[in-house]
Nanobody
Framework: VQLVESGGGLVQFGGSLRLSCAAS????????MSWIRQAPGKGPEWVSG????????YYANSVKGRFTISRDNAKNTLSLQMNSLKPDDTAVYYC?????????????RGQGTQVTVSS
């Protein structure tokens, strides 16, 4: 199992970023997927998830209306469009396999991509 996140960076308050996660080593279209994030000194926070077929999505209240999760099962790719970014969104973002609604400790996840939002 390999998950490789990309697309992070430094952005100003109110800006946008699009994160991607390239999956390999497993049948991507058979698994629910999620994005989580971890800010310095804090535990992992579930952000958004999507069912295996892509038809159902879920969002944490803190990002609802600003973030959009999507997937392309033909390309084994998970994405997270992040708009109206705030400094509180600053964290390392990870894609995870196995649940669309929460993060389970020990779930497969990638190396992460840093998102920094300046005020």
């Amino acid at each position: 199992v390999q998950l490789v996140e990309s697309g992070g960076g430094l952005v100003q308050f109110g800006g946008s970023l699009r994160l991607s996660c390239a999956a390999s080593g497993f049948t991507f279209g058979s698994y629910d997927m999620s994005w989580i994030r971890q800010a310095p000194g804090k535990g992992p926070e579930w952000v958004s998830g999507i069912a295996s077929g892509g038809g159902t999505t879920y969002y944490a209240n803190s990002v609802k209306g600003r973030f959009t999760i999507s997937r392309d099962n033909a390309k084994n790719t998970l994405s997270l469009q992040m708009n109206s970014l705030k400094p509180d969104d600053t964290a390392v973002y990870y894609c995870t396999r196995g649940s669309a609604t929460r993060y389970y400790s020990g779930s497969y996840r990638g190396q992460g991509t840093q998102v920094t939002v300046s005020s």
